[in-house]
C-alpha cells in the first residue's frame, strides 16, 4: 500500500522552529520528486518546497528562502522540511507530496500521493 505519512506540526512561537517529516512507504523505488505544499484557512494550497529524485531542491514560496530547507534520506524513505524563523502567515496544514517522475514542478495537481497532512499553528 502507497502511503505518506507527514509528522512534526503542532504550536510554536513567533521565531522557534519545527521539523517536519514525511515517512513514505510501499513506494517500489526512489525515482520520484518530492515536494511540500501548505494550506491556510480560507486560501489555496501552495507550493512550498520540492526536491528531485536526485536531491536538487526548488523554492516555490519566495516567503519562506532563507527559512525553510528541504531535504531527503532515500535510504530512510523519508523527506524532511527544516522551518525556521517561524511566522503567524506560516500557519497552515502542510501537506506532503510526492510525483512519478524525478524533477520538481509547482503544481499541486500534478503530484500523485499525498500525505494526510499536519496542522502548524505559529502562534504566542
Known amino acids: 500500500q502507497l502511503q505518506l505519512v507527514e509528522s512534526g506540526g503542532g504550536l510554536v512561537q513567533p521565531g522557534g522552529s519545527l521539523r517536519l517529516s514525511c515517512a513514505a512507504s510501499?513506494?517500489?523505488?526512489?525515482?520520484?520528486?518530492m515536494g511540500w505544499f501548505r494550506q491556510a484557512p480560507g486560501k489555496e494550497r501552495e507550493g512550498v518546497l520540492c526536491?528531485?529524485?536526485?536531491?536538487?531542491?526548488?523554492t516555490y514560496a519566495d516567503s519562506v528562502a532563507g527559512r525553510f530547507t528541504i531535504s531527503r534520506d532515500n535510504a530512510k524513505n523519508t523527506m524532511y522540511l527544516q522551518m525556521h524563523s517561524l511566522r503567524p502567515e506560516d500557519t497552515a496544514d502542510y501537506y506532503c507530496?510526492?510525483?512519478?517522475?524525478?524533477?520538481?514542478?509547482?503544481?499541486?495537481?500534478?503530484?500523485?500521493?499525498w500525505g494526510q497532512g499536519t496542522q502548524v499553528t505559529v502562534s504566542s
Open positions: 507530496a510526492m510525483k512519478v517522475g524525478r524533477l520538481c514542478v509547482s503544481r499541486w495537481d500534478l503530484y500523485d500521493y
Open positions: 510501499g513506494f517500489p523505488s526512489d525515482e520520484y520528486a
Open positions: 526536491i528531485s529524485s536526485v536531491g536538487g531542491s526548488t
